[in-house]
């Protein structure tokens, strides 16, 4: 334990997701030994973030305004909406620079054990973007992108569910596989049955 305000730091930076106490405490000891101008620059930056960053009143998305970026963007295609659990998710995808449509952010997926049920997730919104629909545009594809674990396939079914009795909305699954480069040897069962699953015509 150290004293005063460096282990205060420390214990703030060791509740970040993927930081353990070595961490946070390398962390603060790099932050001590850097010049007190980096220290200025990341106050303010936490700032900004606290005070700035807002949510997309559409998507959930991580917004300057009251829309992101994305739905704001009058070429993306309104008719395809892609389901993720968190921003993040997002940029994934958008790197891939195959998908044209529009988000929407659940903040999580279904965990019943952590106290995460359908009323804590942006599912609700989801229903009614889709029930008041603007003028001349109809959503007709749901990609579902939720992650592929126990949370995640809980969440794709329980949306499959919800979603199955709007007339003319087609429900879709991102594929999932063995990846680029791997060898078979080393998938494990599940990867390796759901890549057997959903496996395509050549010819």
């Given at each position: ?5 460096i282990?205060?730091?420390?214990d703030q930076?060791a509740?970040?997701p ?14 001590l ?12 930056a ?17 917004a300057?305004a ?16 892609c389901?993720v ?10 790197r ?108």
């Amino acid at each position: 334990m150290y004293e005063g305000p460096i282990q205060v730091l420390i214990d703030q930076l060791a509740k970040l997701p993927g930081l353990g106490p070595k961490g946070a405490q390398r962390i603060a000891f790099a932050l001590l030994a850097g010049d007190k101008s980096e220290i200025d620059r990341l106050v303010a930056a936490l700032g900004e973030v606290r005070d700035n960053v807002a949510f997309c009143e559409e998507c959930g998305n991580i917004a300057a305004a009251r829309l992101c970026r994305i739905c704001s963007d009058a070429r993306r295609d309104a008719t395809k909406i892609c389901v993720v659990e968190e921003p993040k998710d997002i940029y994934a995808i958008e790197r891939t620079k195959e998908f044209d449509g529009r988000y929407h952010v659940l903040g999580g997926a279904l965990d019943p054990l952590s106290g995460i049920g359908p009323d804590q997730l942006r599912i609700r919104e989801l229903l009614q973007r889709l029930a008041n629909q603007p003028d001349g545009v109809d959503v007709s594809e749901i990609i579902i992108a939720t992650d592929p674990n126990t949370e995640g396939e809980a969440t794709a079914t329980y949306l499959l569910r919800m979603l199955k009795d709007f007339p003319g909305l087609s429900m879709t699954r991102l594929a999932s596989g063995l990846p680029m480069g791997s060898d078979l040897e080393f998938a494990d069962e599940l990867t390796l049955g759901r890549a057997l699953s959903g496996r395509r015509i050549l010819a």
